[in-house]
């Protein structure tokens, strides 16, 4: 089965409206949606204001993030997340999370050992180079088939 690739907002925003892969501007965001993209399966994002957000969905910059959320607040966000991926997502599916911890507390509970997260405990430079030499071996393997 295809996994679900679940990727986490960031701070760096266009300042308009427009579908969520693209409201996204981090040099970090885009080269997490350049890897989930070259998977070739779903994906969504995890937002801090909108929960789970399809990559098409259109939304407006907004100013929120779990890391300065009350514990109140961040608890209605991980139940909300929950219950959008129970109606999203197949239940037998694995899911690979491209977050913070904050942002896949809740998944990882939900989800148990169907979830990856296959830059755990790096910091964010080594995510960018884990990122793009992912994308890399993406575009060498469509090569060779």
């Not at 501007?25 to 080269?31: A, C, L, R, Y």
């Not at 907004?62 to 999203?88: G, I, S």
């Not at 809740?106 to 990856?116: K, N, P, Q």
Request: aromatic content about 8%; hydrophobic content about 45%; glycine content about 8%.
């Amino acid at each position: 089965m295809t996994p679900v690739h679940l990727v986490q907002c960031v701070a760096g925003k266009g300042t308009t409206p427009a579908p969520a892969r693209d409201l996204y501007t981090s040099d970090w965001f885009v080269k997490a949606r350049a890897y989930v993209e070259a998977q070739g399966g779903p994906w969504f994002i995890l937002s801090a204001e909108h929960g789970l957000v399809d990559p098409d969905e259109t939304i407006a910059p907004y100013d929120v993030t779990l890391n300065t959320m009350r514990a109140a607040d961040r608890a209605a966000w991980d139940r909300r997340v929950v219950e959008q991926l129970a109606r999203a997502v197949d239940p037998a599916a694995p899911i690979v999370i491209l977050a913070g911890d904050r942002y896949r507390r809740a998944v990882v509970e939900w989800a148990g050992a169907r979830t990856t997260v296959p830059m755990a405990g790096l910091g964010i430079g080594s995510q960018k180079s884990w990122l793009r030499n992912a994308v890399l071996g993406c575009s060498k393997a469509a090569q060779l088939t």
